[in-house]
């Protein structure tokens, strides 16, 4: 059994931007609802994505937090296709900018499609009081806010968020 520990922040800049050593493209879709998983009629959530050439079948377990029991399998491409012609909600596309800080690989997703507008850095870390060095891109942590998770990105996505929530954003955002 694998176990994520994970941070997610929002950006304060794009300094960010200069430091990236790589983009991946990816187009994600889960296989079960986000009000399940968060009224606790499911206690995992299982996501199927495709990033670059490779594809992958994810099972994270429900806990609101930095840290999840997380079970992630390389699958065939085109099973990948099939599976996400099956999800709910919207598919999650996003560039995935990789940003080596201290020793720590940062990874800043960039939303498209329903998600545009919208970008948050994860840190994955071997524990979850580990120091980590933060950049000066990085904004206000986000970790134990559940609608910044990709599951409920595709059952609400930012385009549909109200104007208050994006407010709500900006602020944490500047601030």
Known sequence: MGVEIERKFLLANDDWRSAAHAVIEMAQGYLNDAEAVTLGRQNTSVRVRLEGDEARLNIKSRELGASRQEFDY?????????????????????????????AHLWEIDEFLGDNAGLVVAEVELDAEDEAIDMPAWAGPE???????YNLNLAARPFAEWREDERAALDALASG
């Open 74 to 102: 390389v699958i065939p491409v085109d099973d990948a296709r099939a599976l996400l012609a099956l999800c709910v909600g919207v598919r999650v596309h996003k560039r995935r900018h990789l940003v080596n800080v201290g």
């Open 142 to 148: 986000v970790t134990h806010l559940p609608r910044y």
